[in-house]
T-cell receptor, first 113, second 111 residues
Framework: DSGVTQTPKHLITATGQRVTLRCSPRSGDLSVYWYQQSLDQGLQFLIQYYNGEERAKGNILERFSAQQFPDLHSELNLSSLELGDSALYFC????????????FGSGTRLTVV | GENVEQHPSTLSVQEGDSAVIKCTYSDSASNYFPWYKQELGKRPQLIIDIRSNVGEKKDQRIAVTLNKTAKHFSLHITETQPEDSAVYFCAASARDDKIIFGKGTRLHILP
């Protein structure tokens, strides 16, 4: 157990639907990062939060949004889902700004049918 | 923004031999370079990292080297074992601390 908790582990939904992925960071970590990993692809950076505020944005689609709550857990909302959104979505956390290694959660596998 | 290139995409080595994976980065402000190992269906796990004030770091059978002038860094695994089979990702991070990953190298250890 890495200390980073992601729920649900698996999600199957239909095209056009909306889903919410949840992440609880490791105790003491203030930064949360979201990554998308498609089949045989690398880890694409989506968005980063630090202590409740958005800090950096990557290749995140307009249909996707995220937030970090006062208790530091984060949610990634994916709407108007398309088949191509099927992927593993990882959350990672770190202590905060600076050069620290991430700790990844186990991921949520999203399948859009 | 930062771009990280990783080669090769696939690497097969005989058990006991060494494996080398190479990466280049584009942002000269990058100062932190972690390496992650991802086994099938599992989360990426940090195996070693290096900061820009160090040229080389070693941890048992794995080592990482960094050439800041050339903007490239490498992972070396010696005496490879079957459990080293996995996908390895290099990454780079600048002061704003988001980490950008390479596309990964699938390492196969042949018996």
């Amino acid at each position: 157990d890495s200390g980073v908790t992601q729920t649900p582990k698996h999600l199957i939904t239909a095209t056009g639907q909306r889903v919410t992925l949840r992440c609880s960071p490791r105790s003491g970590d203030l930064s949360v990062y979201w990554y998308q990993q498609s089949l045989d692809q690398g880890l694409q950076f989506l968005i980063q939060y630090y202590n409740g505020e958005e800090r950096a944005k990557g290749n995140i689609l307009e249909r996707f949004s995220a937030q970090q709550f006062p208790d530091l857990h984060s949610e990634l909302n994916l709407s108007s889902l398309e088949l191509g959104d099927s992927a593993l979505y990882f959350c990672a956390s770190s202590v905060g700004p600076g050069t620290y290694g991430y700790t990844f959660g186990s991921g949520t596998r999203l399948t859009v049918v | 923004g930062e771009n990280v290139e990783q080669h090769p995409s696939t690497l097969s080595v005989q058990e006991g031999d060494s494996a080398v994976i190479k990466c280049t980065y584009s942002d000269s402000a990058s100062n932190y370079f972690p390496w992650y190992k991802q086994e099938l269906g599992k989360r990426p796990q940090l195996i070693i990292d290096i900061r820009s004030n160090v040229g080389e770091k070693k941890d048992q059978r794995i080592a990482v080297t960094l050439n800041k002038t050339a903007k490239h860094f490498s992972l070396h695994i010696t005496e490879t074992q079957p459990e080293d089979s996995a996908v390895y990702f290099c990454a780079a991070s600048a002061r704003d601390d988001k980490i950008i990953f390479g596309k990964g190298t699938r390492l196969h250890i042949l018996p």
